[in-house]
């Protein structure tokens, strides 16, 4: 029996596959993306409530371009074509969709559109609003059966639908903030055209998910590699809640963490009848590094490194019959859909060894998108300083320091990065940057305290805004929270005298500084 209805999004190769599914899920209705190319027997298996159909950057002339097998048509399921997705929609159905002609009907950006509030897509919203566009082409001919619902001034046909199969196309891009009701939109598409009941929720999926481990592991035992990021945690919270001394969480503390961190993590974890193993592994890790200042050179010896203290761990333990791992939805999304993956440059260092004798992986978070998993830790009663916990990069503060490492170095930094966090949350700015830190520059510079010269250490402020870590900007840090900043380090922080805040954006340059 399927457990929750689901939406199918077939994916044309556009940009915002992944955003059209977790604004479906905001909806409490749960959905995938599969590429446009799965067989028709597939899609029926899954027995979809509804189907949308993302952009893409084709046009649906082009003899190469992206087609899904017609018999989606068949099946009695509303369908909901965006942008590529509608005109391939017109197209397939017998519509005719040609280049725009002119300049005027080629249409890019922000839109004064106005809506047909009798179609069900628009039902209860205003009839003029802004939509977000960018599609070149033009439907000449409509297929047999769809009216027009929604027109722009360049444009007769912004949206076309055929209410009696429950067919609805726009030429726009409701799932982009842009849009002006978009979210409302797609709630009417999946409400009033799929009549979705709102199953999905992660007090739901908790329930469901300890079920499904229990009933898996039987009397096994798990293993899981805990980092103290936000999946590791809250998948260990998960196993930990389904099977409680049958798990083993190894928490490799490198000594490259942040102030205080390691403590947090640990006492996360304190509430449940785990075997929870703290290997305080710092000393070994910084002996390593002595003398390396190479990035690569850095990563590569705390990589490896990593997987040793982790084997030796393992072994220790003995008999390991699952090991569990954080994968989330949008690594699935990417390794899986072939056209328009996107291949990580950074793998963890939690990457694990292959040698360590497992019958099965676990992957309990391969659902869920990252402010679900979120909300499932919420759900699992984890602090709100693990479930927001920003990225934090598996070699940690080891390229955050410029140059070798040593422990007062780390000392340095830890505190000055501190401070930075706490006047970030003092400004109450922390949800409105993505990853704020402080690098310790390896450059010394002359200063002035009290009647003494000094010459110390630079520390870099860095703070960026992203969606996705690929490109980023930096942040607009009011001037004077970042003046609180300056003065709160170079007076409580021995060995800086001097504080900078990088405006560069990615690219050119990266968010960290190694
Ligand atoms: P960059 O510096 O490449 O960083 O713009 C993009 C995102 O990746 C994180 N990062 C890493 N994460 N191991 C990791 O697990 C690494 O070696 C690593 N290097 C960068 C970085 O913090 C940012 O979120």
Not at 456 to 464: E, G, I, N, P
Request: proline share 4%; charged share 25%.
């Amino acid at each position: 029996m399927q457990e929750h209805q689901l939406v199918l999004i077939l994916d044309f190769g556009g940009q915002y596959n992944q955003l059209i599914a977790r604004r479906v899920r905001e909806h409490n209705v749960y959905c995938e993306v599969k590429s446009y190319k799965t067989p028709l027997a597939e899609i029926k298996a899954m027995n979809p409530i509804g189907i949308i159909f993302t952009g893409g950057p084709g046009s649906v002339y082009e003899a190469d371009s992206p087609k899904c097998d017609s018999g989606v048509f068949e099946l009695g399921v509303p369908v909901l074509g965006i942008c590529y997705g509608c005109q391939l929609m017109a197209a397939v159905l017998g519509g005719e969709v040609t280049p725009a002609v002119n300049d005027s009907a080629r249409e890019y950006g922000k839109t004064a559109t106005v809506y047909d509030t009798g179609c069900l897509l628009f039902k209860g919203l205003p009839t003029e609003g802004v939509s977000w566009m960018s599609h070149g082409d033009y439907m000449a001919k409509l297929p047999d059966g769809f009216k027009l619902a929604a027109h722009s001034a360049a444009c007769p046909n912004v949206a076309i639908a055929d209410a009696s199969r429950g067919f609805y196309g726009v030429q726009f891009h409701p799932e982009v903030n842009h849009t002006e009701n978009g979210s409302a939109m797609l709630r009417n598409f999946l409400y009033e055209i799929c009549h979705a009941e709102g199953d999905w929720t992660m007090e739901d999926f908790k329930k469901r998910s300890i079920a499904a481990i229990r009933e898996k592991v039987g009397d096994g035992q798990v293993l899981l590699a805990l980092s103290g990021g936000v999946d590791s945690s809250v998948a260990a919270a998960l196993l930990a809640e389904a099977v409680g001394q049958q798990l083993t969480c190894v928490f490799v503390d490198h000594g490259l963490l942040r102030k205080n961190e390691g403590d947090e993590v640990e006492a996360a974890f304190a509430r449940w009848d785990i075997n929870f193993v703290r290997v305080d592994a710092g000393a070994r890790f910084l002996g390593k590094l002595s003398g390396v200042s190479d990035p690569e050179t850095k990563r590569k010896i705390i990589g490896e490194e990593f997987i040793r203290v982790f084997e030796e761990e393992s072994h220790k333990i003995g008999r390991v019959d699952y090991l569990v791992q954080g994968t989330i939805y949008p690594d699935v999304i990417e390794s899986g859909l072939g056209d328009a993956a996107v291949i990580k440059s950074h793998h963890n260092v939690g990457g694990l060894p292959e040698y360590v004798d497992f019958k099965e992986i676990i992957e309990p978070l391969r659902q869920l998108f990252k402010d679900e998993v979120r909300q499932l830790g919420r759900e699992l009663e984890l602090p709100e300083y693990i479930v927001m916990r920003q990225p934090f990069p598996g070699p940690g503060l080891a390229i955050r320091i410029i140059g070798d490492i040593t422990e007062p170095k780390l000392a340095i930094l830890r505190e000055a990065d501190f401070i930075f966090r706490d006047e970030i949350a003092n400004a109450g700015l922390d949800s409105a940057m993505n990853q704020y830190f402080a690098v310790l520059t390896n450059m010394r510079s002359v200063g002035v305290m009290g009647d003494g010269r000094t010459y110390d250490y630079t520390l870099a402020l860095r703070s960026v805004t992203t969606t996705d870590f690929m490109t980023a900007d930096w942040a607009r840090i009011p001037y004077d929270v970042l003046d609180r900043v300056s003065v709160r380090i170079v007076n409580e922080v021995p060995h800086i005298n001097r504080v900078v805040y990088d405006i560069t954006s990615k690219p050119p340059a990266t968010i960290e500084w190694e």
